[in-house]
């Protein structure tokens, strides 16, 4: 066999390879697991988050520890935050936020849909400025989970594949998100 022989053949056994991944996702679908410690993990590229407020408030999140909840169907996230108040004084606090999973095809991504906090604190915080705290953290979680996935696919599996797959079925264990990705219908 001569070179272009050679090439041809490989090249042809990719093109049939392609086409037959594409048959069987489509009738099998690809089955994702995702653990704790991977959201932890690909949550965790994406922090120190940082973030002011009201002019005066910056709040950085960081330590991300996700608990997935069967019986709730929502993946709680809890960091540690800390507070600067005009550069003056920091506070270290405490946050729970807790939404459902969401897919999206066109970015092969997880998110956490309408987050929720379900515990916020701060040490030693005054009142004065804790109302203040806990109104800005609640746009600024928004505004996190909205932009920043839990998990991205598009690492791991070409942009082209993954966008041509749609959610089948998703679903959180207490020790695993799972979904399911499969072919559009035709």
Do not use: C, W
Request: no cysteine; glycine share 6%.
């Amino acid at each position: 066999m001569n070179l272009f022989n050679k090439l041809f053949f490989i090249l042809f056994l990719l093109i049939v390879g392609g086409i037959l991944a594409y048959v069987y996702l489509g009738q099998r679908g690809l089955n994702l697991r995702f653990s704790e410690a991977d959201l932890e993990q690909r949550l965790g590229e994406h922090l120190p988050y940082k973030k002011k407020a009201l002019a005066i408030l910056e709040f950085e999140f960081d330590q991300p520890e996700v608990q997935l909840s069967a019986s709730s169907e929502r993946i709680s996230v809890s960091m540690q935050i800390t507070l600067d108040i005009a550069g003056r004084t920091k506070r270290d606090g405490q946050i729970m936020v807790s939404g459902s999973p969401s897919y999206r095809a066109d970015q092969g991504a997880f998110y956490l849909s309408n987050p929720r906090i379900d515990e916020f604190s701060f040490e030693g915080l005054s009142s004065k400025y804790s109302g203040m705290a806990s109104k800005a953290v609640t746009g600024i979680v928004r505004t996190l989970y909205a932009d920043k996935p839990l998990y991205e696919l598009n690492t791991e599996y070409s942009k082209q594949r993954i966008t041509k797959l749609v959610l089948r079925e998703l679903s959180v264990t207490d020790t695993h998100l799972i979904a399911v990705l499969g072919k559009k219908a035709q």
